[in-house]
């Protein structure tokens, strides 16, 4: 924590926040994967298996060793620094002008440049070729000096521009940049769709207002066993009686006495589970129970090849 946050600030807790998920759980689970295969790889080589003893405090120190070399050999204590970086100048996320349609979310770039000819050639693509010859500019060192000065200049063009179109012209001239992509942009991003990321899963005949929803695929790919959504979730009781049959060993005639007695049911009692239907975007808009809305969303979804419009609501979807 004393290395994340700002300088003028105090530390930062790293991880999802509120879900109490630092980001040790996940380095943890990657030690323990690895730790796990090499286990296994042993034991086909002795027959022997072993104890694994996993710490979360270890595999975080695990994951910052420049800065505990950076203090065991320099005596030097890097502390917080923000999103900037110790070799690179400009290093920050810039803010854009929104994206066109209803959805005015703010909008970000990130920008990183590790060298002069990058610096250049940023400055030339912002309409301002001689910041690369300004002293205060003009070298990696100076610009890690200036840097405030640096990012004003630089969040002064981006605010004029949208974020995708920076990261096309700045990539194609060799700088490093990336839109900074919402929940919703993910749907649309053509790297992804190329890769086959999403699927389209239809919802059961028995509930057709829910239609054809986008889903995730796993995030790797296997040539014998690609995976791939074979079957749907289940239904409210769908495989009760399966499992009381073929597991527990009851019959026909039990499960329809607990039916009878509603212990187990088939549809969910009145009340209890509400069946998904369209929702009035204008109402709950106006209620201010969602923040804004797409009306073309599922149109736009459905053209990039995502879910078709399988009888829903032709308003589209809200975001909350």
């Not at 270890?58 to 070399?69: D, F, R, S």
């Not at 490093?176 to 389209?200: M, N, S």
Request: overall charge negative; glycine content about 10%; aromatic content about 8%.
């Amino acid at each position: 924590m004393h290395l994340t946050g700002y300088p003028d600030g105090p530390p930062v807790r790293a991880g999802a926040g509120g879900l109490g998920v630092a980001f040790t759980d996940a380095a943890g689970a990657f030690f323990g994967t690895y730790s796990i295969l090499a286990a296994l790889e042993y034991r086909e080589r002795t027959g022997m298996g072993q104890w694994l003893d996993l710490s979360h405090y270890e595999a975080g120190a695990a994951t910052i060793p420049e800065a505990l070399l950076d203090f065991s050999l320099n005596r030097y204590d890097q502390g917080r620094r923000a999103n900037r970086h110790p070799w690179r100048a400009p290093q920050g996320c810039y803010p854009c002008a929104g994206r066109d349609g209803p959805m005015q979310d703010d909008a970000w770039v990130a920008i990183s440049v590790a060298s002069d000819a990058g610096f250049r050639a940023l400055a030339e693509q912002m309409g301002m070729p001689a910041l690369s010859h300004d002293e205060r500019f003009a070298t990696m060192t100076a610009r890690r000096r200036h840097h405030d000065a640096l990012d004003e200049l630089i969040s002064s063009w981006t605010m004029q521009r949208l974020a995708v179109s920076i990261e096309r012209d700045l990539q194609a001239h060799g700088v490093e940049a990336v839109a900074v992509a919402t929940p919703r942009d993910v749907w649309f991003d053509p790297q992804l769709r190329h890769r086959g990321f999403f699927e389209t899963v239809l919802a059961p005949a028995s509930a057709p207002e829910i239609g054809s929803r986008p889903h995730l695929r796993p995030g790797w790919r296997m040539s014998s066993t690609p995976a791939a959504t074979r079957r749907l979730a289940p239904l409210f009781g769908e495989h009760t009686r399966e499992v009381l049959i073929s597991c527990l060993g009851l019959n026909e005639a039990a499960c329809d006495t607990l039916e009878a007695e509603g212990v187990i049911a088939r549809e969910p009692a009145p009340g209890i589970i509400a069946r998904p239907g369209p929702m009035d975007l204008p109402v709950l808009l106006r209620s201010q129970r969602l923040r804004e809305a797409d009306p073309d969303y599922r149109r736009k979804l459905a053209e990039a090849g995502g879910a078709a419009n399988h009888g829903e609501p032709a308003t589209g979807d809200a975001v909350l």
